[in-house]
């Protein structure tokens, strides 16, 4: 049966830690990015955005932001998914 399975997304949510956060700008609103989005698209390559929330506070909306061209950027992705291959690997069915 696997080999008719469809899978139609692979997507994991990893905190961005403190020192790696950063802020962009949406509407003269500044937000500080906080979490990644990595997809796993069919082709086997990851696609992924970064989110966060307004740096005033508030009741902002979660907007999503390119990720930065930057080598520890790149490393935490490609770490997160490599830790998510194992976990998903290690199921243990339903609980």
């Keep these: 049966m696997t080999g008719d399975l469809e899978v139609s997304a692979l997507a994991i949510n990893v905190t961005i830690p403190e020192q790696l956060r950063w802020t962009d700008t949406r509407r003269d609103e500044a937000f500080l ?50 830790r998510a291959g194992t976990l998903w690997a290690a199921h243990r069915g339903l609980g």
């Design 33 to 82: 990015l906080s979490t990644l989005n990595i997809r796993l698209l069919p082709d086997g390559h990851l696609a992924v955005k970064a989110y966060g929330r307004p740096v005033a506070g508030g009741r902002g909306t979660y907007v999503s932001f390119p990720v930065p061209d930057r080598p520890e950027l790149a490393a935490l992705i490609a770490d997160a998914a490599d």
